[in-house]
T-cell receptor, first 114, second 115 residues
């Protein structure tokens, strides 16, 4: 079974600074995918970034990048130059082809202070 | 491209009543998902459709929850009778292909409060 753990319930960061959100996962599969989703107060989940497990290079999307440590089963999200619009809940998620199911962590509430 | 549409946005009912939620996925998306998101938790998959067939409903409480996807397009999720623990946000999502090939597109969800 897949599990995704986000142990930090909330974090706060000053605008323009950098923040890192932690995530660990567990799976017995070799081929899997990892995602970070953002959920603003509007409740709509938005894909932030994805990482294929077979790729060693860390994924990057503009101000968002990941630190993927496969051996440690760690998948953290770094947000650079934080903006007020980054205030939201962030969910880490994993997907394997074995059960074709996207499993989410509990999420972390990020607040960006002006 | 129009997004995933859900209605209603909010619903308040008393326990033992019934309720239905509606979802219209993005045009052409074959796969449709219903997730339940309880406050303080991540979304949990209730049911997954591929066109109008059920792919996975292993976490759907079938004694009270039902879902259908007529003609492989719109979908409805029903709860009958509702319990207090059903209070949650119900999210609908769709994708064109497998999740690893095509991202999920989520609707804005329906917030259900059972009193």
């Amino acid at each position: 079974a897949q599990t995704v753990t986000q142990s930090q319930p909330e974090m706060s960061v000053q605008e323009a600074e950098t923040v890192t959100l932690s995530c660990t996962y567990d799976t017995s599969e070799n081929n899997y995918y990892l995602f970070w989703y953002k959920q603003p107060p509007s409740r709509q989940m938005i894909l932030v970034i994805r990482q294929e497990a077979y790729k060693q290079q860390n994924a990057t999307e503009n101000r968002f990048s990941v630190n993927f440590q496969k051996a440690a089963k760690s998948f953290s999200l770094k947000i650079s130059d934080s903006q007020l619009g980054d205030t939201a809940m962030y969910f880490c998620a994993s997907f394997t082809g074995a059960n074709s199911k996207l499993t989410f962590g509990k999420g972390i509430t990020l607040s960006v202070r002006p | 491209e129009a997004g995933v549409a859900q209605s209603p946005r909010y619903k308040i009912i008393e326990k033992r009543q019934s309720v239905a939620f509606w979802c219209n996925p993005i045009s052409g998306h074959a796969t449709l998902y219903w997730y339940q998101q309880i406050l303080g938790q991540g979304p949990k998959l209730l049911i997954q459709f591929q066109n109008n067939g059920v792919v996975d409903d292993s976490q759907l409480p079938k004694d009270r929850f039902s879902a259908e996807r007529l003609k492989g397009v719109d979908s409805t999720l029903k709860i009958q009778p509702a319990k207090l623990e059903d209070s949650a946000v119900y999210l609908c999502a769709s994708s064109a292909k497998e999740i690893y090939n095509s991202p999920l597109h989520f609707g804005n969800g329906t917030r259900l409060t059972v009193t």
